[in-house]
């Protein structure tokens, strides 16, 4: 999966995740800062910030926020928002996740939230977030989820295998940069292989409205036919991941969001 993807996708669409309510009001978004409980002191960086929710969540309670992006256009709306918050400490620069440019310890806090399935390589970004910060540095990850026994409990490993690859396709074939969403076991083994102590783990719901899942990124009509059909002949197993709804033709459904603090 091609970065310059990411960056066209995302740049294409960069306006659309301003006004997200699931970027921009997520339930995950108030229980990453309840969770982390950042310092007045900090100075923190938010990954793929994307239109800047993240840093903005937490700018009132740090010295300092570093909103960074790959996508120029994402980071012209963070600090769009930024400027409508009035956060003078909030600041944007452009960072490859994998290849961050900043020195070796320089944060207290690194946040990533609802990326990490865009990055080609997950080790090196988790092994760069551990690298800019300092020792005792807090790392806070969230991020989409495959089905696996956490959030479709009761089928195979086998069973889980298939709903995992048919949620990425799913996801893929509504936006090309799609990677994969790890399962919940695959992160937090890599979280603490990189060297972090796992301090916290969770899963929030995140209810999708189909349409304007689809409407975020500009998904042609015949693709969002095929989607619609692809949800609702979903396997056993991805359904109950899914929980895929339809009131009075308003289509539905319902993904697990992977809460993670890690402490180096």
Known sequence: MSKALVQQQFGANAANYTTSVVHAKGASLARLVELVQPGKDWVALDIATGAGHTAAAFAPHVARV????????????????????????????????????????????????????????????????????????????????????????????????????????????????????LQTKEWTDLIARTGFKVMHVEHSPKAMDFASWCKTMAVAPDTVATLKTMLEGASPALKAYLKPSNDNGKLGFVLSELIAIGRK
């Open 66 to 181: 570093i909103a960074s992006d790959l996508t120029p256009e994402m980071l012209d709306e963070a600090r769009k928002l930024a400027a409508s918050k009035g956060f003078a400490n909030m600041e944007t620069a452009q960072a490859d996740a994998e290849k961050l440019p900043f020195p070796d310890g320089t944060f207290n806090l690194v946040t990533c939230r609802i990326a990490p399935h865009h990055f080609p390589d997950v080790t090196a970004f988790v092994a760069e977030s551990c690298r800019v910060l300092k020792p005792g540095g807090t790392f806070a990850l969230v991020d989409n989820v495959s089905p696996d026994p956490e959030t479709a409990p009761g089928y195979s490993t086998a069973e889980l295998a298939e709903a995992a690859r048919g949620y990425n396709a799913f996801e893929k074939l509504r936006d090309p940069s799609h990677g994969r969403a």
